[in-house]
C-alpha cells in the first residue's frame, strides 16, 4: 500500500462538453496535431481565468508541447489552476508537493493541503491518496483511523485500489478486526474492475474458504483473470490447482506452463522450484544448465534456498566446471541471510581452503554460526576447533560441551569423540564407563572406530568386566568395515 505519487499527467477528458466554445477550438486544435493554435487558444482562456486552459497550458509547459518546456510556467499555470478550484489540478499538485517533482521543492505538508482540496471535492483518487499519506504518516501525524476513513471514501466511489487496500486491511486485521467478509467484499469490486491483485487475492479467499465457502472452482476463475495480466502471483497460485486438479482438470503441462510465466515475471519462487525440476528431471528432461539458470535468477533476486542450490550445483559441476569460488559467494549470501547448512559449509570451505584462502578463524566463525542454529555437523566441527586448538584457543570443557550436544542428536562422530574424552582424561576426569557409554551409543550407529574401542574395553576389562566374547563381537564388526586394527586384535584372540 505504498502511496503511488503520480507525475504530471494530465488526461484529456474531451468527450465532456466546455460551456466555452474557444476551449473546444482548443481542444480541436489539439486533436489534430495543431498544438501551438491550441497553445494560443488555451492560454488566451487561461489569462482570462478559465482553470482547465490553466491546467492544460501547464501540462503543455511541462512537456514542452506547443511551446518551448518551463518549469516554472507550468507551476505557475498549474498552481492558478488549482487556486481556481479544479480538483484534478490540485490533486496534481498535491502530489507533486509530496515528491518533489517537476522542480517544485519536496514539501509534504503543502501535498497533504492540496490532496485536502480536492478531497473536499470529492476527488476519489485525492481520498484515496489522502488514505496513502494517513497510513504511512506522510506529511501528517500517522493515523490508520483516518486512512481507513478516506480509502473508504474513494472506494465508495468506486476507486479500486482503495477497494483493495480495504480488503488487505480486514484480511490481516490491519488497525481493524480481521473480516474475512468484508475482505472479500472489498475484493471483489476491486476484483469486478480489473485489479490484479484483488482478483488474486479474492482467488485466495476462495481457495482457503476465508469470508466464503471454499470453492476451487472460484479460486482458478481470479486466479486465472489475474494471471492473463501478467500478474506474476496469480500465475504462481494456479501452479498448484493445475497439479492436484482443484477446481480445474489435473494437468502438467499446464501447471509447467504457469511455473514458467510467473518465472518469467520474475517470482523467485517459480524460479526456484522450476530449477529444482530441471536439475531433478521431474516433469521435464533434467537439463543442469536450465536448472542453474533458475536458481541464478532466484539467487540474484535474494531468495536464500536458491542461493544454496546454486552453490551446490557449483561444488557437484552440475550445469558447469565444479567451481568452489562461484561456491563459497553463494554459500556465503546465503549464511548472511542465516541459511544454517550455508553457514556450515562456508566453515567447511574456509576449514580446507578450497575456493577461499584457508582461514580457520573464519571456519570457527561460520560453524559456531551454525552450531547454535543447532546443525549437529556443525556442533561437532566445532568442538573439534576448540578440541585441537585451530582457528582458536585450545578449551577442552567447549570441545566438551559441543561434543555433547551434538551427540545428543546422535551424532556418531561425536558419541565416539565423547568416549575417547573420557577414555584419556582430556579436558575431564577419566571415566571408564562413560566412556564405555558413549562408544556404545556411536556403535550402535555403525561407527567403526567405536566398534574397535569397544573391543580394547571389552577385552581388558576397562569400565566393564573382562569379557572376551563381547570384545570379539565388536572386533568383528568393525572388521567387517576394513578396520585393520580389529583384525589385527581378532588374530591375536584366537590364538
Same mark, same amino acid.
Given at each position: 500500500?505504498?502511496?503511488?505519487?503520480?507525475?504530471?499527467?494530465?488526461?484529456?477528458?474531451?468527450?465532456?462538453?466546455?460551456?466555452?466554445?474557444?476551449?473546444?477550438?482548443?481542444?480541436?486544435?489539439?486533436?489534430?496535431?495543431?498544438?501551438?493554435?491550441?497553445?494560443?487558444?488555451?492560454?488566451?482562456?487561461?489569462?482570462?481565468?478559465?482553470?482547465?486552459?490553466?491546467?492544460?497550458?501547464?501540462?503543455?509547459?511541462?512537456?514542452?508541447?506547443?511551446?518551448?518546456?518551463?518549469? +516554472?510556467?507550468?507551476?505557475?499555470?498549474?498552481?492558478?489552476?488549482?487556486?481556481?478550484?479544479?480538483?484534478?489540478?490540485?490533486?496534481?499538485?498535491?502530489?507533486?508537493?509530496?515528491?518533489?517533482?517537476?522542480?517544485?521543492?519536496?514539501?509534504?505538508?503543502?501535498?497533504?493541503?492540496?490532496?485536502?482540496?480536492? @478531497?473536499?471535492?470529492?476527488?476519489?483518487?485525492?481520498?484515496?491518496?489522502?488514505?496513502?499519506?494517513?497510513?504511512?504518516?506522510?506529511?501528517?501525524? %500517522? +493515523?490508520?483511523?483516518?486512512?481507513?476513513?478516506? !480509502?473508504?471514501?474513494?472506494?465508495?466511489?468506486?476507486?479500486?485500489?482503495?477497494?483493495?487496500?480495504?480488503?488487505?486491511?480486514?484480511?490481516?486485521?490491519?488497525?481493524?478486526?480481521?473480516?474475512?467478509?468484508?475482505?472479500?467484499?472489498?475484493?471483489?469490486?476491486?476484483?469486478?474492475?480489473?485489479?490484479?491483485?484483488?482478483?488474486?487475492?479474492?482467488?485466495?479467499?476462495?481457495?482457503?474458504?476465508?469470508?466464503?465457502?471454499?470453492? !476451487?472452482?472460484?479460486?482458478?476463475?481470479?486466479?486465472?483473470?489475474?494471471?492473463?495480466?501478467?500478474?506474476?502471483?496469480?500465475?504462481?497460485?494456479?501452479?498448484?490447482?493445475?497439479?492436484?486438479?482443484?477446481?480445474?482438470?489435473?494437468?502438467?503441462?499446464?501447471?509447467?506452463?504457469?511455473?514458467?510465466?510467473?518465472?518469467?515475471?520474475?517470482?523467485?519462487?517459480?524460479?526456484?522450484?522450476?530449477?529444482?525440476?530441471?536439475?531433478?528431471?521431474?516433469?521435464?528432461?533434467?537439463?543442469?544448465?536450465?536448472?542453474? +539458470?533458475?536458481?541464478?535468477?532466484?539467487?540474484?533476486?535474494?531468495?536464500?534456498?536458491?542461493?544454496?542450490?546454486?552453490? +551446490?550445483?557449483?561444488?557437484?559441476?552440475?550445469?558447469?566446471?565444479?567451481?568452489?569460488?562461484?561456491?563459497?559467494?553463494?554459500?556465503?549470501?546465503?549464511?548472511?541471510?542465516?541459511?544454517?547448512?550455508?553457514?556450515?559449509?562456508?566453515?567447511?570451505?574456509?576449514?580446507?581452503?578450497?575456493?577461499?584462502?584457508?582461514?580457520?578463524?573464519? @571456519?570457527?566463525?561460520?560453524?559456531?554460526?551454525?552450531?547454535?542454529?543447532?546443525?549437529?555437523?556443525?556442533?561437532?566441527?566445532?568442538?573439534?576447533?576448540?578440541?585441537?586448538?585451530?582457528?582458536?584457543?585450545?578449551?577442552?570443557?567447549?570441545?566438551?560441551?559441543?561434543?555433547?550436544?551434538?551427540?545428543?542428536?546422535?551424532?556418531?562422530?561425536?558419541?565416539?569423540?565423547? &568416549?575417547?574424552?573420557?577414555?584419556?582424561?582430556?579436558?575431564?576426569?577419566?571415566?571408564?564407563?562413560?566412556?564405555?557409554?558413549?562408544?556404545?551409543?556411536?556403535?550402535?550407529?555403525?561407527?567403526?572406530?567405536? %566398534?574397535?574401542?569397544? &573391543?580394547?574395553?571389552?577385552?581388558?576389562?576397562?569400565?566393564?568386566?573382562?569379557?572376551?566374547?563381547?570384545?570379539?563381537?565388536?572386533?568383528?564388526?568393525?572388521?567387517?568395515?576394513?578396520?585393520?586394527?580389529?583384525?589385527?586384535?581378532?588374530?591375536?584372540?584366537?590364538?
Amino acid at each position: 500500500m505504498r502511496l503511488n505519487v503520480l507525475v504530471l499527467i494530465v488526461v484529456f477528458c474531451f468527450s465532456v462538453q466546455s460551456s466555452a466554445a474557444g476551449f473546444e477550438q482548443g481542444v480541436t486544435a489539439y486533436r489534430n496535431g495543431q498544438y501551438q493554435q491550441a497553445f494560443k487558444i488555451w492560454h488566451r482562456l487561461a489569462r482570462n481565468g478559465n482553470r482547465r486552459a490553466q491546467y492544460y497550458l501547464s501540462f503543455m509547459y511541462t512537456k514542452g508541447v506547443g511551446t518551448a518546456k518551463s518549469a +516554472d510556467r507550468a507551476g505557475h499555470w498549474l498552481h492558478k489552476a488549482a487556486e481556481n478550484g479544479l480538483a484534478a489540478a490540485q490533486l496534481t499538485l498535491g502530489l507533486m508537493y509530496l515528491d518533489g517533482q517537476q522542480g517544485l521543492e519536496q514539501d509534504q505538508q503543502q501535498g497533504v493541503y492540496w490532496l485536502r482540496r480536492a @478531497a473536499r471535492q470529492r476527488d476519489p483518487e485525492a481520498e484515496y491518496n489522502l488514505g496513502v499519506v494517513y497510513y504511512e504518516g506522510t506529511g501528517v501525524r %500517522q +493515523d490508520h483511523r483516518q486512512a481507513i476513513a478516506w !480509502y473508504r471514501r474513494a472506494a465508495r466511489q468506486g476507486h479500486k485500489r482503495a477497494q483493495y487496500n480495504l480488503g488487505v486491511i480486514y484480511q490481516a486485521g490491519l488497525q481493524v478486526k480481521k473480516d474475512y467478509q468484508k475482505a472479500v467484499y472489498w475484493y471483489r469490486q476491486a476484483a469486478l474492475q480489473g485489479h490484479p491483485k484483488a482478483q488474486n487475492n479474492l482467488g485466495v479467499m476462495y481457495d482457503k474458504g476465508w469470508g466464503t465457502a471454499q470453492n !476451487y472452482h472460484e479460486a482458478a476463475k481470479w486466479y486465472l483473470l489475474a494471471a492473463r495480466q501478467h500478474y506474476a502471483v496469480a500465475q504462481y497460485n494456479l501452479v498448484y490447482l493445475y497439479a492436484k486438479g482443484l477446481g480445474v482438470k489435473k494437468s502438467d503441462t499446464e501447471a509447467l506452463k504457469w511455473y514458467h510465466a510467473a518465472a518469467r515475471n520474475n517470482h523467485t519462487l517459480a524460479q526456484y522450484h522450476l530449477g529444482t525440476l530441471y536439475r531433478s528431471g521431474t516433469l521435464v528432461q533434467q537439463d543442469y544448465t536450465v536448472a542453474l +539458470d533458475w536458481f541464478g535468477k532466484a539467487a540474484k533476486a535474494g531468495y536464500v534456498e536458491a542461493q544454496f542450490a546454486l552453490a +551446490d550445483m557449483y561444488v557437484r559441476g552440475q550445469g558447469v566446471a565444479p567451481d568452489y569460488r562461484s561456491a563459497a559467494y553463494w554459500y556465503r549470501a546465503a549464511a548472511q541471510q542465516g541459511h544454517t547448512l550455508a553457514q556450515y559449509y562456508l566453515g567447511s570451505l574456509y576449514a580446507v581452503g578450497r575456493g577461499v584462502r584457508k582461514d580457520y578463524a573464519k @571456519a570457527h566463525a561460520w560453524f559456531n554460526a551454525a552450531a547454535q542454529h543447532g546443525l549437529a555437523e556443525a556442533q561437532h566441527d566445532l568442538a573439534l576447533l576448540y578440541f585441537r586448538g585451530v582457528g582458536t584457543a585450545r578449551d577442552y570443557h567447549k570441545a566438551y560441551s559441543w561434543f555433547r550436544r551434538a551427540a545428543g542428536q546422535g551424532h556418531k562422530e561425536a558419541q565416539n569423540r565423547l &568416549g575417547q574424552m573420557f577414555e584419556h582424561g582430556d579436558g575431564i576426569a577419566r571415566n571408564y564407563r562413560q566412556a564405555l557409554k558413549w562408544y556404545l551409543k556411536a556403535a550402535a550407529r555403525g561407527h567403526v572406530r567405536a %566398534q574397535y574401542h569397544l &573391543g580394547r574395553l571389552y577385552a581388558a576389562g576397562l569400565g566393564v568386566a573382562k569379557n572376551t566374547a563381547e570384545a570379539l563381537k565388536w572386533y568383528k564388526k568393525a572388521a567387517r568395515q576394513g578396520d585393520l586394527q580389529s583384525m589385527v586384535m581378532l588374530a591375536r584372540l584366537k590364538k
